[in-house]
C-alpha cells in the first residue's frame, strides 16, 4: 500500500520532532518534509506533493491560515489538517473557509490524530470534537435563518445530488457515499463535480459548509 506523505509545518522545532517520531510509528505514514511557517510550506508542497500537510495557524512571517488559503487555492489534491493551540471560533472558521479538511487541538490523543490523517486522505473531514461542537452549533444558527428553501431552490440540484451533498455534510468519505446510496464511487465524483460546480466551492469541506447553510443535513 502505497503510504501518506506528510508534510509537517510548525514553527517549534522540538513540536515537529515529536510529530515525526510518533507517526514514524505508523507504517502507511511517510514523513517527506518540514516547514517552519508558511512561505515555507508553499514552497514545500509545490516541490513534495505531500498528501496531507498538518499545519500550525500562528509562524512568524506567512501564517498558517494564509497558507492554507494559498495552498488549497493551487494544490487541492494537497489535504490540510491544522494543527494549532487555538480554540476561538474565529480561527475555526477562517481556517475552514480557507480550505482545511480538518481543523485539531495539539493535546489531541496520538491514534485520534493518526485516524483524522487517514480520514482526511480518504477525502473526508475530521474535527476534534470540542471544535466540531460549535461548527454544529453555528451550522444550526444557520439553519434557523429566513429564505434556505428559496435559496436552495436556485441551484436546482437533482434528488440524486442533494442526496450526495447531504452525505458530504455528514463527512461521509465517496466509499461510503457510494455504498449507503448504492451507486459507484466514480458516479459520486460526477455528482460531487457538478456539485461544486453549482456552489462555486473547490471541495468538499466548502461544500458541506455551503449545505448547512442551505438547512442540508
Same mark, same amino acid.
Given at each position: 500500500m502505497k503510504p501518506i506523505r506528510i508534510l509537517l509545518c510548525d514553527d517549534q522545532a522540538l513540536f515537529r520532532d515529536g510529530l515525526r517520531m510518533?507517526?514514524?510509528?505508523?507504517s502507511d505514514f511517510?514523513?517527506?518534509?518540514?516547514a517552519e511557517n508558511g512561505e515555507v510550506a508553499i514552497q514545500s508542497t509545490l516541490l513534495l506533493k505531500p498528501d496531507v500537510i498538518l499545519m500550525d495557524l500562528r509562524m512568524p512571517g506567512?501564517?498558517?491560515?494564509?497558507?492554507?488559503?494559498?495552498?488549497?487555492?493551487?494544490?487541492?489534491? $494537497?489535504?490540510?489538517?491544522?494543527? $494549532?493551540?487555538?480554540?476561538?471560533?474565529?480561527?475555526?472558521?477562517?481556517?475552514?473557509?480557507?480550505?482545511?479538511?480538518g481543523y485539531l487541538l495539539k493535546d489531541i490523543p496520538a491514534d485520534q490524530l493518526a485516524d483524522a490523517i487517514r480520514t482526511v486522505d480518504q477525502g473526508g473531514t475530521y474535527l476534534e470534537p470540542g471544535v466540531a461542537s460549535r461548527v454544529v452549533e453555528e451550522f444550526s444558527r444557520l439553519s434557523g435563518m429566513p429564505d434556505h428553501r428559496s435559496a436552495l431552490d436556485s441551484y436546482q440540484f437533482s434528488v440524486r445530488e442533494l442526496d450526495v451533498l447531504r452525505q458530504v455534510s455528514r463527512g461521509r468519505t465517496n466509499k461510503e457515499i457510494a455504498s449507503g446510496l448504492h451507486i459507484s464511487e466514480g458516479t459520486v465524483k460526477n455528482h460531487l463535480t457538478s456539485i461544486f460546480s453549482r456552489l462555486a466551492v473547490q471541495d468538499r469541506t466548502q461544500a458541506a459548509l455551503k449545505a448547512r447553510e442551505l438547512g442540508i443535513t
Open positions: 510518533l507517526l514514524s510509528l505508523h511517510e514523513i517527506v518534509g518540514e506567512m501564517s498558517g491560515l494564509e497558507a492554507t488559503r494559498r495552498i488549497h487555492a493551487n494544490s487541492t489534491a $494537497t489535504r490540510i489538517i491544522v494543527l $494549532t493551540t487555538f480554540r476561538e471560533d474565529e480561527e475555526i472558521f477562517e481556517a475552514l473557509r480557507a480550505g482545511a479538511c
